[in-house]
């Protein structure tokens, strides 16, 4: 007597209903200005259902691999859900044959794969986990230097004055605080031996326990009213700490932007570990020092407005590079390796290298306008910033961004951590990943093959 097959149970019923989570088929090619966005057949997932005040129908958040990971809100015919094809249970049957019959193949060829795949991953970086690092601290952080994935300091402002945080793995603390004077920029040879330039041309050191203020240029000048500027500072090791800024050419000059880079002339300040000295004058107009970067003791850099890189050698300052743009971020970090990028309003920064002592323009910084730079290693940088937002292209949620190279000209950028606002911050590049602000909060990424 033959064998009756047994028919399959029916299919559960599927909801087609397109919702957050949802995958889907595109309907059609999708071009945005003029480049493929999504094509005829792409599946896709729906990030969320955020409907756009000027045309409703928009309303599906997608990424596109294409466009640099950029979203963008698509229409209900845009998009079907994904229904895969129901294999009958008689062919079933002899696929799972087949399968039996050719397993140690498959295993091998699977294997193969997987080796191909996670070396490519590996090689590229490709995926990137965000850990969130605010804690329960409700500061809004205006600056950051991380030491570790772990360890950290950071800074905020507030009504009641300019706040020093610290970040030691459990949360951030708040270890001091200056109540008249704005912290301009900070940096520290470790979690407990940091530098404060601050407001009024005075430096403030943080030993672990006390803040005290370490030197004041009105010293130098020799009046309350006059004083110098400073801009950056550097800690090499604790007893070797730069700090640059603006000198004055006159007492009577307004301190207004404008007028530092019309009027004022560039100064380093130096500390030995016993005390503050001016150690370089640059006696000419317009030559104000807006950033400075080290490796080393011996290995410093400094720039600003006039695009001239200077260079400390452990013994003298000189000119190494003359850039033509307005230097507004340095980072070093090797004696033989460091990065500049201009001070810009637009997209497209210029991003330059120093290797060996010679500097090359690497072109633009991709579509973005630098906002912060780190270098986590001599192959390595880290930059944030901003992309230019047009409402033409339904693009909502990509005017801030990060991304890293390797070589200055290979732009690759990193997916925002979830729930970022589009605000740039400072990033800081330590081994294994990078510290990132992002609307005044705190995260930490590294890459992951999962």
């Known amino acids: 007597?033959?064998?009756?097959?047994?028919?399959?149970?029916?299919?559960?019923?599927?909801?087609?209903?397109?919702?957050?989570?949802?995958?889907?088929?595109?309907?059609?090619?999708?071009?945005?200005?003029?480049?493929?966005?999504?094509?005829?057949?792409?599946?896709?997932?729906?990030?969320?259902?955020?409907?756009?005040?000027?045309?409703?129908?928009?309303?599906?958040?997608?990424?596109?691999?294409?466009?640099?990971?950029?979203?963008?809100?698509?229409?209900?015919?845009?998009?079907?859900?994904?229904?895969?094809?129901?294999?009958?249970?008689?062919?079933?049957?002899?696929?799972?044959?087949?399968?039996?019959?050719?397993?140690?193949?498959?295993?091998?060829s699977a294997t193969a794969i997987i080796v191909v795949v996670l070396g490519i991953s590996t090689y590229l970086n490709y995926h990137f986990k965000w850990d969130p690092r605010q804690g329960t601290t409700t500061a809004d952080f205006t600056g950051i230097q991380g030491f570790t994935s772990g360890s950290a300091i950071a800074t905020s402002g507030g009504t009641a004055g300019d706040s020093l945080y610290k970040f030691t793995g459990s949360g951030w603390k708040e270890i001091t605080r200056l109540e008249k004077y704005r912290i301009i920029d900070f940096a520290g040879s470790d979690p407990d031996h940091v530098w404060?330039?601050?407001?009024?041309?005075?430096?403030?050191?943080?030993?672990?326990?006390?803040?005290?203020?370490?030197?004041?240029?009105?010293?130098?000048?020799?009046?309350?009213?006059?004083?110098?500027?400073?801009?950056?500072?550097?800690?090499?090791?604790?007893?070797?700490?730069?700090?640059?800024?603006?000198?004055?050419?006159?007492?009577?000059?307004?301190?207004?932007?404008?007028?530092m880079q019309k009027d004022a002339s560039g100064i380093v300040y130096f500390y030995d570990g016993t005390s503050w000295k001016a150690q370089w004058f640059l006696n000419e107009p317009k030559s104000a020092l807006e950033t400075v970067a080290g490796a080393d003791a011996r290995h410093v850099w400094t720039g600003g407005a006039s695009g001239i890189m200077y260079f400390f050698n452990g013994?003298?300052?000189?000119?190494?590079?003359?850039?033509?743009?307005?230097?507004?971020?340095?980072?070093?970090?090797?004696?033989?390796?460091?990065?500049a990028a201009a001070k810009k309003t637009t997209t497209n920064t210029e991003v330059c290298s120093c290797s060996n002592g010679a500097w090359v323009l690497n072109g633009k910084a991709g579509n973005v306008a630098v906002f912060d730079i780190s270098a986590r290693d001599k192959d390595t940088l880290w930059v944030s910033g901003t992309e230019s937002a047009d409402y033409q292209k339904v693009d909502i949620k990509n005017q801030y961004t990060v991304l890293w190279t390797t070589d200055g000209s290979d732009w690759m950028p990193v997916q925002m951590p979830i729930g970022a606002q589009p605000t740039p911050g400072q990033v800081s590049g330590v081994k294994g990943g990078v510290w990132l602000l992002a609307s005044g909060k705190a995260w930490f990424g590294s890459k992951k093959l999962f």
């Open 1 to 108: 007597m033959a064998r009756k097959e047994r028919e399959p149970a029916p299919a559960p019923a599927r909801d087609l209903h397109i919702q957050q989570g949802s995958k889907c088929r595109l309907t059609h090619a999708v071009l945005i200005d003029g480049q493929l966005a999504f094509e005829l057949g792409e599946t896709v997932f729906i990030d969320s259902v955020e409907p756009n005040p000027a045309r409703p129908e928009y309303k599906f958040v997608v990424t596109s691999k294409r466009l640099n990971f950029r979203q963008f809100q698509l229409r209900e015919e845009d998009l079907e859900i994904f229904v895969p094809e129901q294999v009958p249970v008689s062919r079933a049957r002899k696929a799972w044959w087949w399968v039996g019959e050719h397993k140690w193949l498959l295993i091998g």
């Open 196 to 259: 404060i330039a601050a407001s009024g041309g005075r430096i403030y050191y943080f030993d672990g326990k006390v803040l005290t203020m370490q030197f004041d240029t009105n010293q130098v000048v020799g009046a309350d009213y006059w004083h110098d500027q400073l801009l950056s500072i550097y800690a090499a090791d604790a007893t070797h700490v730069w700090a640059v800024g603006a000198y004055l050419a006159s007492p009577s000059t307004n301190w207004g932007l404008a007028n």
């Open 315 to 339: 013994s003298a300052w000189s000119p190494q590079w003359e850039s033509g743009m307005d230097i507004s971020n340095l980072s070093a970090s090797d004696p033989q390796s460091a990065w």
